[in-house]
């Protein structure tokens, strides 16, 4: 308990796009999500990250990107 006050978590959603290709489940458009995630201790920003995430528009499935 006393650790969820100290750190917290908070995501928010940027943008959303449509990405390049199909899901290879269900044939669906691929979406591209940009989310901005911040870490914080006692209300101070410790961490800042934008990552982009790739969903499947149809199935909800999330999709992985191997290089």
Do not use: N
């Not at 290709?21 to 006692?42: H, M, N, Q, R």
Request: one cysteine or more; a positive charge; hydrophobic letters at 35%.
């Amino acid at each position: 308990m006393c650790m969820e006050l100290v750190y917290h978590e908070e995501k928010r959603e940027l943008g959303r796009q449509q990405a390049p290709g199909v899901c290879p489940y269900c044939g669906g458009k691929v979406s591209a999500v940009d989310i901005e995630t911040k870490w914080l201790f006692c209300f101070l920003p410790l961490c800042f990250k934008v990552k982009r995430k790739y969903s499947c528009s149809s199935c909800d499935r999330r999709l992985v990107l191997y290089y």
